[in-house]
C-alpha cells in the first residue's frame, strides 16, 4: 500500500523517474543559490532575472523552434547580459543593485516582448512559461544535471570571498579584488539556475524553487552551511512529494512542487526554531545570564 | 627612518570638491599619528585614500610597502550586515585573509591564532556568538581582533572609540599602544583632544587643507584649534575652479606645516 503510493509510481513510469532525478538536481543547484540572493536581500533579484531571461528565450524559441540548444544559449545570453550590465553600473555608479537591475530586466523584456509582437506569437511558448517536468528528454536533464554540478563546482569556489562580501564588502574591498567577480559569478550561476529551473517549473515558478527553500532554511538555521544544508533538504523533499501529488491527483507537476514548498514555508514561519512566530509568541523564561 | 606614507601635494574630494586639500607631508614609519579636525574636515576622505578605496582629484599617496594588503583599515562605520548568520569566531578569522585567500585552510596554527586574538580583545566565550547579538562595544572589540589577525604594518583607524565606553576605549587603545611598540605605523582619527594630548605623540590638525602637522603639543593650540574651526565652515556650492597646482615645498617631519592653498593674488 505504502509502497504504491510513494514508490511505485517511479518505478513504473520512467517520465516520473526522469522528472524526479531533473527536480533532485534542480534543487542541489537552485537552493544554495537562493540562500545567497537571500542573504544580500536579493530574493526578488531571481524573479527579476527570470523575466530578463524570457525575452531571450522566446527569441531562440521563434529563431529556431522548441530547440533546447537555441532557447538555453538565448535565455543565457539575455541572463549573463543582464546580470553583467547590473553589476558593472552598480559598482561604478550612484545607482543601487536594484534600481540598476530593474532598469536593464525592464529593457531586456521590452526588447523581447516587442520581438515576439514582430514575429507572430505561438502557442507552444506556453510551454516556455510554464515548464513541464513531466517532459524532460535526455538532453534537457544531462543539461539540468550539468548546471547543478557547475554550480556547486563554482560555489565551492567562490564561497569565502562571496560570504565575506555579503558581511562586510568595506573589508573584503580593502583585503582583495576577488569580491568582485565573485559576485559577478555568483548571478553568472543565479541565470544558470533559472535557465535550468524553466525547463521544470516554467520562467514564472522557476525561482519558486530557490527562494521557498532559503527561506525555510532561515528558520532552522543560524549559520550559512546548515541553511544551505536544510534548504537543499527541503527543495528535494518538496520535488518529491510535489510529483507524487501531481501523479495521484493530476494537478499540475510544477505549482504541486510550489505548494509543498509553500506548504513547508508556513509550517516554518510558524514553527521554526529561529525566529518563527510560535517560538516568539511563547519564548520560554528567559536565562540567568 | 623612511616614511610610511607620504603625500605629495594630495586633493581628496567628491564631485570634484576638494575634501582634503594640497596636504604634503610624510608619515615616518612606526609613527602613532592622531588625525584631528572638525566635522567635514577630511579625515576619512583622506583614510579612504590611504587604502585606495577613492582616488585622488591631484596629487599623489606614495606608500612605503606598495602591497596594499599591508595596510590594515577600520572604517568609521563598517558595512557589516549584522543581520547576516556568521557567528563571531569565523568574523576574527576574516583577518586571517592574507595568509589564507580563498581556498587556503585554517590550520591548527591559524585556529590559535584566532584564539589569542578573541582573547586580547576580552572576547573569549564569545565565539559562537551570532554577531547580530553583539552590543557597538562587543562589535568594536571584535574587528579589532580581525585587525590584529591581519597583521598589517600600516594601521588606518577611523574614529574608533565612538559610541564606545571607557574600559573598552581603554581597552582598545592598549591594543593600540602594543602596535606603536612593534614599530607598526598607526593613524587614528579622533575627537577626543585631551586624549590625544595624553597618549599620542604626533598630531596632523586637518580641516580640508593641513592647518598643522608635528608634535601634539605645538599642533593642538588654541589658535589652531580656531583657525581649523573657522576653515571647515564654508563649502561652496559655486567653487571655482581651484587657481593654481604648484606643489608647495614639503614640510620637513616635525615641523608644523601650513601648506595649502594661499589665494594667488
Known sequence: MLHEIFIAPFTEF????????????????????????????MSLVGDAMAHAILPGAAVGFLLSGLNLFAMTAGGLIAGFVVALLTGLVARTTELKEDAA???????????????????????????????????????????????ATLTLIVLALIYRPLVIECVDPGFMRTVSRAGGPAHLAFLVLVVLNLVSGFYALGTLLA?????????????????????????????????????????????????????????????????GRVGGLVRQAFPGRHLEA | MTAALRFRNLTLGYDRHPAVHHLDGAVETGALLAVVGPNGAGKSTLFKGIVGVI???????????????????LPQAAEIDRTFPI?????????????????????????????????????????ERAIATLSGGQMQ?????????????????????????????????????????????????????DF??????????????????????????????????????AFDQRAELCPEEQAPALAPPGEVARAGNQPVP
Not at chain 1, 15 to 41: E, N, Q, T, W, Y
Not at chain 2, 88 to 99: E, F, H, P, S
Open chain 1, 207 to 271: 525561482v519558486g524553487i530557490m527562494m521557498l527553500p532559503a527561506a525555510i532554511g532561515r528558520f532552522w538555521a543560524r549559520d550559512t552551511t546548515l541553511m544551505i544544508a536544510i534548504a537543499t533538504a527541503s527543495g528535494a523533499a518538496s520535488g518529491y512529494a510535489g510529483l507524487l501529488i501531481s501523479f495521484h491527483t493530476g494537478v499540475a507537476s510544477g505549482p504541486a512542487i510550489i505548494l509543498v514548498a509553500g506548504g513547508l514555508y508556513l509550517t516554518s514561519l510558524l514553527f
Open chain 2, 55 to 73: 582616488k585622488p582629484l591631484a596629487g599623489r599617496i606614495e606608500r612605503g610597502d606598495p602591497n596594499p594588503q599591508n595596510i590594515a583599515y
Open chain 2, 141 to 193: 572589540r571584535m574587528l579589532f581582533a580581525r585587525l590584529l589577525l591581519q597583521d598589517a604594518r600600516v594601521i588606518v583607524l577611523d574614529e574608533p572609540f565612538n559610541a564606545v565606553d571607557a574600559k573598552t576605549s581603554a581597552d582598545l587603545f592598549d591594543l593600540v599602544r602594543r602596535w606603536h611598540g612593534e614599530r607598526r605605523t598607526v593613524l587614528t582619527a579622533i575627537h577626543d583632544m
Open chain 1, 14 to 41: 520512467e517520465f516520473m523517474r526522469r522528472a524526479l532525478a531533473g527536480a533532485l538536481a534542480l534543487s542541489l543547484g537552485a537552493c544554495p543559490i537562493g540562500v545567497f540572493l537571500m542573504l544580500r536581500r
Open chain 1, 101 to 147: 537591475l530593474a532598469t536593464f530586466y525592464l529593457l531586456s523584456l521590452a526588447v523581447g516582448v516587442t520581438i515576439i509582437s514582430l514575429k507572430g506569437t505561438n502557442i507552444d511558448l506556453l510551454h516556455v512559461l510554464f515548464g513541464n517536468v513531466l517532459a524532460l528528454d535526455d538532453q534537457t536533464l544531462v543539461m539540468i544535471a550539468a548546471n
Open chain 2, 196 to 233: 590625544v594630548r595624553a597618549n599620542f605623540p604626533e598630531t596632523l590638525l586637518l580641516a580640508r587643507e593641513p592647518v598643522a602637522w608635528g608634535r601634539t603639543a605645538s599642533v593642538l593650540t588654541p589658535g589652531n584649534l580656531l583657525v581649523a574651526r573657522r576653515m571647515c565652515e
Open chain 2, 87 to 127: 557567528n563571531v569566531y569565523d568574523m576574527v578569522a576574516m583577518g586571517l585573509w592574507r595568509r589564507a585567500g580563498s581556498f587556503g585552510g585554517i590550520d591548527r596554527a591559524s585556529r590559535s591564532l584566532i584564539e589569542q586574538a578573541i582573547a586580547a580583545v576580552g572576547l573569549s566565550g564569545f565565539e
